[in-house]
């Protein structure tokens, strides 16, 4: 069956580290995004991606980036992890157009002390 | 303002019972709606999309007020499974969550 995984699961860095969170589909789908959840919040979109070679920012991208290589994977980067970025992140991909339901992993526990 | 605003709850309801909630949306141009529910700690997962004449899945309802720019979301006869974090997810130019709606069914 087809899925979205993400790895790892659980991680604790240091301030200052630089730190990738991966995130593969095996659904096929073009576009693929990166997610944000805190306390209060909704999930807020840090980068997407509509296709190979395409990379976009959300509403929350400073400190992160991605890239996007293949139609699997886009890794999440964080250049310098900070307290702040302590969250959980939840990586989703969907095909065809943009109201297309999107398909959420399960989600890395990231925190930075 | 918020993009997407919920009521966090908690709503607590027993088996059986009808609970409805609301969520509102700040921009009128948004072009679709979407309920999707997350379990404790889970990914969140669709659960419906929401059409302006209003649709029924099962036991769930969902109506869309786009006058005055609001979707709601009613569940019948509750179930203890029931029990989640209600997110209401609005696209315009992407897609916008809310902080979600947590209902607990209680036996």
């Known amino acids: 069956d087809a899925e979205i995984t993400q790895s790892p699961r659980h991680k604790i860095t240091e301030t200052g580290r630089q730190v990738t969170l991966a995130c593969h589909q095996t659904w096929n789908h073009n576009n693929m995004f990166w997610y944000r959840q805190d306390l209060g919040h909704g999930l807020r979109l840090i980068h997407y991606s509509y296709g190979v070679q395409d990379t976009n920012k959300g509403e929350v991208s400073d400190g992160y980036s991605v890239s996007r290589s293949n139609t699997e994977d886009l890794p999440l980067t964080l250049e310098s992890a900070a307290s702040s970025q302590t969250s959980v992140y939840f990586c989703a991909s969907s095909g065809g157009r943009s109201n297309n339901e999107q398909f959420f992993g399960p989600g890395t526990r990231l925190t930075v002390l | 303002r918020k993009e997407v605003e919920q009521d966090p709850g908690p709503f607590n309801v027993p088996e059986g019972a009808t609970v409805a909630f609301n969520c509102t949306y700040s921009?009128?141009?948004?072009?679709?709606f979407f309920w999707y529910r997350q379990d404790c700690r889970k990914e969140p997962k669709l659960l419906m999309s929401?059409?302006?004449s209003g649709n029924e899945d099962g036991r769930f309802t969902a109506q869309l007020n786009r006058a005055s720019q609001y979707i709601s979301l009613l569940i019948r006869d509750s179930k203890l499974s029931d029990s989640a974090t209600y997110l209401c997810?609005?696209?315009?130019?992407?897609?916008?969550f809310g902080a979600g709606t947590t209902v607990t069914v209680r036996a």
């Open positions: 921009n009128s141009a948004s072009q679709s």
């Open positions: 997810v609005v696209l315009d130019y992407k897609l916008s």
């Open positions: 929401v059409y302006s």
